[in-house]
């Protein structure tokens, strides 16, 4: 017997949303969010996401980082350059930008870890090539507020140019992110097959 | 049994053997045979208990806080933040309620947990070993395979004792012939990462191989494993030999007399099979390794010591260019300066890469008998490290240096517990990670070796510790 309708959060589907550029590559999970403000609770953590870049010593905001153009404050997908969200495994990296409205990200490449912590929040990570990232992080730059087209069933991912890229899936992401699915309430699904490894297995004991 | 099995790596060993469950859509429940906690994991166990989960397999689990712990006292009352208070305090109490064995701050066998689960024999070859945290990779120097996941996941640990995965793809790094003198795991590494590039491993476990890993101790093996994870790896792994059984012999939680002699046979079984394939190979030279340093903002910025800062426009791509532009201009660095003209403001000696016992013994014989003209700061990996270097009096050649002697945890790497440096700070590092501001707002990082890192404390700038020991 499985459990595998079990929802934990809102499914993810589409989202149609303005879209910030940040083209350096390996952005890394500490610039994201400080290792400084890891203890906070979720909720008193969200004003510092991209702390350093994004406000001076003494607080002010430094308006020539992207998102803290007007241009971007609604903005609900990010693209960046390769390697993005490296680093550190904090899951925080995630949920502060799910917390800052972000819903998908777009990028040559990611570090792992992201990548699948972004699953465990609901919120899609989408490779593109890196030709085709370099051309949408141009466009952004170019006609700030622009916004991009994200659609899970169909896997594409539609440019501020109007041109459309179809881009992969593992499809156990994409059926967990369109349901919503608790992997922990799925996994419980599988109890007589952990039961079982756990019986003969010689490695599972102190 | 078939006589004919396909030839396998290690990595394929290990995880046919942790298959629960393999969905026909790829994805593989496997199971988890050591659970490692530390204080970071306070949101994972609230949200446990906030769901009425219980803890599957505390038996397999154990904790240690390390990261919001300073490392100028051992008195929880001390924490000035309480939200790293309520973090700290946290593992033991809950600890406690699951029935995980903590080593409390004040326990001896408390310390940074990559390097306590070596230490203590929790981590074994053969095993499967998963932590809340990214440096997790350090383990597979035992020859098991470990990886590092997020808080989620660290969760679904904590319910199943098991995580999904998507089968890794494997690269073998090929170290061809033994180092030269002076240069360590950290510089093989960091020439590694610098060969590959920060994303060169995404997606991929790194296998370390050749005659250079075989002649490395386990603390450079350790050191190389868990820098893995800057390749952009998700673990690396080193097969067992005779250096790994003489390091896990007699540790707690080691296997003992029939059950060791059973575990050996596993074990002999483990390394990759000849014939086996990589996804990927690449080898290096291990004697043409030279002391490296980070001069940028990214591991992959690493040169040897006896080079110079390069210069941007030399880059193969514009985003390439770009990036070293801006890392330059962060770190305060220009194009064309010779690594050893690179006057140094702080040193820092510890961190789960480099803070094993050999990390100190190395740092202290560039020390001994010389005085550190910056503030240097020596952090060791455990206390049962921190006891043995006061055994052999390496405290007291550090104190007599100038060093500041301190108490364990993973302090200045990251800066989670309030020990970090000042804006445009200078530090010569033994940790990992050169981030934008990964050791304060503004901090300067550079990465090296632990004999690199007293070399610059003892002369104010990067030397070439080769020179300095001639």
Redesign the interface.
């Known amino acids: 017997m499985t459990q595998e309708n079990v929802p934990a959060r809102l499914p993810f589907t589409s989202v149609s949303a303005v879209a910030a550029p940040i083209?350096?590559?390996?952005v890394?999970t500490?610039?994201i969010i400080?290792?400084?403000f890891?203890?906070?609770?979720?909720q008193t953590m969200v004003p510092h996401l991209f702390r350093?870049q994004r406000y001076n010593?003494n607080g002010t905001p430094k308006p020539e980082f992207v998102l803290n153009r007007p241009e971007y404050a609604k903005a609900g997908i990010l693209v960046a350059?390769?390697?993005f969200a490296?680093?550190?495994?904090?899951?925080m990296a995630?949920t502060v930008l799910v917390d800052n409205g972000f819903r998908a990200f777009i990028a040559p490449?990611?570090?792992?870890?992201f990548f699948?912590?972004c699953f465990?929040?609901g919120v899609l990570p989408i490779v593109l090539p890196e030709a085709r990232v370099?051309d949408l992080l141009r466009f952004l730059l170019e006609l700030p507020g622009a916004e991009i087209a994200v659609d899970l069933p169909s896997q594409t991912v539609k440019g501020p140019d109007g041109k459309t890229d179809h881009f992969t899936i593992?499809?156990?992401r994409k059926?967990c992110l369109l349901r919503g699915i608790d992997?922990?309430a799925m996994?419980?699904g599988?109890e007589a097959?952990?039961k079982a490894?756990?019986s003969k297995?010689?490695?599972?004991?102190? | 049994m078939a006589a004919t099995a396909a030839p396998a790596t290690m990595f394929e060993k290990i995880w046919r053997?942790?298959v629960?469950?393999d969905?026909p859509?790829?994805?593989t429940?496997l199971?988890v045979?050591r659970h490692l906690i530390h204080d970071?994991s306070y949101?994972a166990f609230q949200r446990l208990k906030g769901?009425g989960?219980k803890l599957r397999?505390p038996?397999?689990s154990f904790g240690t806080p390390d990261?919001?712990m300073p490392t100028d006292t051992r008195r929880k009352e001390d924490i000035a933040?309480p939200?790293?208070k309520?973090?700290v305090t946290g593992l033991a109490i809950n600890g406690a309620e699951t029935g995980v064995t903590v080593f409390d701050i004040g326990d001896r066998r408390n310390g940074i947990v990559h390097v306590v689960g070596p230490e203590q024999g929790i981590t074994?070859p053969?095993?499967?070993l998963v932590c809340?945290?990214?440096h997790t990779s350090t383990h597979g120097a035992m020859g098991c395979l470990a990886f590092?996941?997020?808080?989620?996941?660290v969760?679904?640990v904590m319910?199943?004792?098991?995580v999904?995965q998507?089968k890794p793809k494997t690269m073998r790094v090929d170290i061809d012939g033994a180092l030269g003198f002076g240069v360590t795991g950290k510089d093989v590494i960091l020439a590694i990462i610098a060969k590959i590039g920060?994303?060169g491993g995404?997606?991929h476990v790194l296998e370390y191989a050749g005659s250079g890993i075989r002649a490395l101790s386990m603390e450079g093996r350790l050191t190389i494993c868990n820098m893995s994870?800057?390749a952009?790896g998700?673990a690396g792994m080193i097969a067992p030999d005779d250096a790994t059984y003489e390091y896990l012999a007699g540790k707690p939680?080691a296997p003992k007399g029939a059950d060791w002699d059973t575990a050996m046979a596993?074990w002999k079984a483990l390394p990759t099979d000849s014939g086996a394939t990589f996804d990927t190979e690449i080898t290096l030279s291990g004697p043409s390794i030279a002391p490296m340093v980070t001069f940028g903002?990214?591991p992959?910025d690493a040169v040897p010591v006896t080079d110079a800062v390069p210069d941007p426009s030399t880059a193969a791509d514009a985003?390439?260019r770009?990036?070293l532009a801006?890392a330059l201009r962060y770190m305060g660095v220009k194009p064309g300066t010779p690594i050893t003209d690179i006057r140094i403001d702080r040193v820092f000696i510890g961190s789960c890469t480099n803070s094993r016992i050999e990390d100190l013994r190395a740092a202290a014989a560039v020390a001994k008998g010389r005085k550190a003209v910056v503030p240097s700061w020596i952090v060791p990996g455990s206390g049962i490290i921190k006891e043995q270097a006061e055994a052999e009096g390496l405290d007291k050649i550090f104190k007599d240096a100038g060093f500041e002697w301190r108490e364990t945890g993973c302090s200045m790497c990251?800066?989670?517990n309030?020990e970090?440096g000042r804006?445009e700070e200078r530090i010569a590092s033994t940790s990992n990670?050169n981030?934008?501001?990964?050791q304060?707002?503004?901090v300067r990082t550079h990465l090296v070796s632990p004999a690199m890192a007293a070399a610059a404390a003892v002369t104010g700038h990067f030397a070439d510790v080769r020179k300095l020991m001639a």
């Open positions: 083209s350096q590559a390996n890394d500490d610039q400080p290792g400084r890891l203890s906070l609770p979720r350093d010593d350059g390769r390697n490296c680093g550190s495994s904090r899951e995630v490449s990611f570090g792992d870890i699948s912590n465990q929040n370099n593992d499809p156990f059926d992997e922990i996994t419980f599988y097959d952990i490894f756990e297995s010689i490695t599972a004991r102190v | 053997t942790h629960v469950v969905r859509d790829g994805y429940l199971y045979d970071g949101f769901r989960l397999r038996d397999l990261h919001y933040n939200d790293s309520r973090m074994q053969g095993i499967t809340g945290d990214s590092g996941i997020g808080q989620s996941e969760m679904h319910a199943t004792q098991c999904w998507k920060a994303a995404t997606g994870i800057e952009g998700r939680y596993r903002t990214s992959e985003v390439k770009e990036g801006q990251l800066g989670t309030g970090i804006p990670r981030f934008v501001g990964r304060g707002k503004g």
